[in-house]
């Protein structure tokens, strides 16, 4: 079966270029490279988002630092074993990336989504539950969706309120759809020798969610959220 990789990952990001392209891999030839995107909440807090662009791309597009980008795409992850330890890396893959050139095309901008993921796939791990010294409910999701070539992405996603609430029932192997967006958020990595490093985590803050279940090859959607 062919995987449809426009329904179960697509992702619209708008935002500012915040740093330069560096080169990330190579792969059958082509090149690819990362920069860094910075996207406004609606709080006027920001997200720093790691965005992967094949060169291809690059060919009539000169990104540089402050530039206004939209961006469709893909959230995807991958593994990077460093020091015999293995790391869940994420990015958002750029399929298509557009300039912002003029007022016009910034006011437009504005009044379109800047920062949204839709993803489909199944619950790979029991959601964790719990509630913060605040008393906000909030439920941790590990969600694996399907790609190309037998390949899956391994996608941290965060549900609140009565979402988390709900999440506590789901069983691994539930197929379900969120909606919601891409955020970074930075935390302190302990090591054994009492050390510590700031790092950035990057997941998916959901917005509202779906359970699919198959009953007679027809898909019966309990929507939540």
Excluded at 58 to 85: C, H, P, W
Excluded at 141 to 157: F, H, M
Aim: proline residues 2%.
């Amino acid at each position: 079966m062919v995987t449809n990789v426009l329904e179960n990952n697509h992702l619209v990001l708008v935002g500012k270029v915040t740093k330069e392209k560096r080169y990330s891999h190579e792969i059958y030839g082509e090149k690819f490279y990362i920069f860094d995107l910075e996207v406004k909440r609606l709080s006027s807090a920001v997200d720093v988002i790691p965005v992967t662009i094949s060169e291809r791309l690059l060919t009539d597009l000169d990104l540089e630092v402050g530039m206004k980008i939209a961006v469709q795409g893909q959230f995807r992850s991958y593994n990077n074993y460093e020091n015999e330890k293995n790391r869940l890396i994420l990015t958002v893959f750029a399929k298509d990336v557009v300039k912002i050139e003029d007022e016009a095309e910034e006011e437009e901008s504005k009044n379109t989504v800047s920062n949204e993921v839709v993803l489909s796939g199944y619950i790979c791990k029991k959601p964790i539950y719990r509630q913060t010294p605040f008393n906000r409910e909030i439920a941790d999701v590990l969600l694996a969706v399907n790609r190309s070539y037998n390949k899956s992405d391994y996608i941290p996603c965060i549900a609140w309120g009565r979402n988390a609430r709900f999440c506590q029932n789901i069983e691994v192997g539930t197929e379900i759809k969120i909606v919601g967006r891409v955020q970074s958020r930075q935390y302190e990595k302990k090591f054994e020798d009492g050390t510590s490093e700031t790092r950035v985590a990057y997941e998916v803050s959901i917005s509202s969610m779906e359970i699919i279940e198959k009953n007679d090859d027809e898909k019966q959607v309990e929507n939540v959220g």
